[in-house]
Every structure is written in C-alpha cells, then in structure tokens.
T-cell receptor, first 115, second 112 residues
Framework: DSGVTQTPKHLITATGQRVTLRCSPR?????VYWYQQSLDQGLQFLIQYYNGEERAKGNILERFSAQQFPDLHSELNLSSLELGDSALYFCASSVAPTGGNGGYTFGSGTRLTVV | AQSVTQLDSQVPVFEEAPVELRCNYS??????LFWYVQYPNQGLQLLLKYLSGSTLVKGINGFEAEFNKSQTSFHLRKPSVHISDTAEYFCGLNTGFQKLVFGTGTRLLVSP
C-alpha cells in the first residue's frame, strides 16, 4: 500500500456519460498529480494541484476538469466520454510542490472503460 | 526545458541474464533522477533515486543505476534478472523547481 488511495479501481461507462475519479494523497502530502496512461499515448500528465490551487496543466482536454478540496483529496471529472478516453488514470502525490528530491508516490489507478 | 529519453521501448532478455535499460536526460541545471517500475495492472513504484553524492545508486530488488553527468545518462542495471522483473520501467527527472518529467518507458520482457 503506497498510501495514495484511488477509487474506484474499475469503472465501465457508456459514451457521452460523465464520471468522477477520486484520489486521497499520502498523509502529509500537499501536491496531487493526475496522469492518463493508454497503450498508444503512454503516460500523459494531465494536471497538478498544490494545497488546493491548480499549479500546472498538461495535456488535459476541456471535457476534463479537476479540483483539490480543503482536506486535500482530489477529484478528476471526465465528461462527454468518448471511446478514446478508455485508459488507466493515476493519481500521485508529493510533499513539495514539485516533487523535489522525494519523487512522487503513485496510487494503483482507476481503469476506465468507455463502451 | 528538461527532457528524458528512454532509448529502448522494449528490451527482451532471458532469465538470469544481465540487463541495462538506458535513460538520457537534458537539463541546463542540476537534476534529481528517478527510476520507477510499473508491474502489470499496478501503479508506478519508486525503484531508486539519485539526488547527489555517489554516482552509483542502489535500489530495491537488486537494481542499481549510475549517474553520468558528462554523458547525461542514468542507466538502470541488474546483473541477473528474474521472470518477476517483467514490467515497464520509467526514468524521471526533477530539477526541484518543476514537476517530474518522465520518459516514455521501457518494457522489460524476461523469458525463461
């Protein structure tokens, strides 16, 4: 157990639907990062939050949004889902706003299947 | 800007053979370097990291990596691999001022 908790582990939904993925960072970590991993795109950075504020944005689609709450858990919202959104979605956390010399701690991911 | 290049997308090797997974980086400032491992259907797990000091870094599961500043490389090695080492390996770089930058990953396939 890495200390980063992601729920749900698996999600199957239809095209056009909206889903919410949840991440609880490791205790003491203020930074949360979201990644998408698919066979054809590899590991893609989506977005980062630090202590409730958006800090960095990557290849995140406009249909996707995220937020970090006062208790530091984060949610990734995916809407108007398409078949191509099927992927593993990872959350990672770190103490420092950049990861620093400690690196990131990853959760075990949410596997999203859009049918 | 910083970048990481993993030169091999896939490395097949026989069990008990040595392996080297290559990672090169580009940065104009000092870096922290990381190797992560992802076993099938799991998240990424930190294997080892280089922060400063000795250029040879030892990690979990018998892996080690050598930081070479002149070659801007951080290659991962294991003298004798096991079937259980079959996984994807990601090299990462952090300057301390920006988020981690990952390479595209190398899939290590160990066969009997």
């Amino acid at each position: 157990d890495s200390g980063v908790t992601q729920t749900p582990k698996h999600l199957i939904t239809a095209t056009g639907q909206r889903v919410t993925l949840r991440c609880s960072p490791r205790s003491g970590d203020l930074s949360v990062y979201w990644y998408q991993q698919s066979l054809d795109q590899g590991l893609q950075f989506l977005i980062q939050y630090y202590n409730g504020e958006e800090r960095a944005k990557g290849n995140i689609l406009e249909r996707f949004s995220a937020q970090q709450f006062p208790d530091l858990h984060s949610e990734l919202n995916l809407s108007s889902l398409e078949l191509g959104d099927s992927a593993l979605y990872f959350c990672a956390s770190s103490v420092a706003p950049t990861g620093g010399n400690g690196g990131y701690t990853f959760g075990s991911g949410t596997r999203l299947t859009v049918v | 800007a910083q970048s990481v290049t993993q030169l091999d997308s896939q490395v097949p090797v026989f069990e008990e053979a040595p392996v080297e997974l290559r990672c090169n980086y580009s940065s104009s400032v000092s870096v922290y370097l990381f190797w992560y491992v992802q076993y099938p259907n799991q998240g990424l797990q930190l294997l080892l990291k280089y922060l400063s000091g000795s250029t040879l870094v030892k990690g979990i599961n018998g892996f080690e990596a050598e930081f070479n500043k002149s070659q801007t490389s951080f290659h991962l090695r294991k003298p004798s691999v096991h079937i259980s080492d079959t996984a994807e390996y990601f090299c990462g770089l952090n300057t301390g001022f920006q988020k981690l930058v990952f390479g595209t990953g190398t899939r290590l396939l160990v066969s009997p």
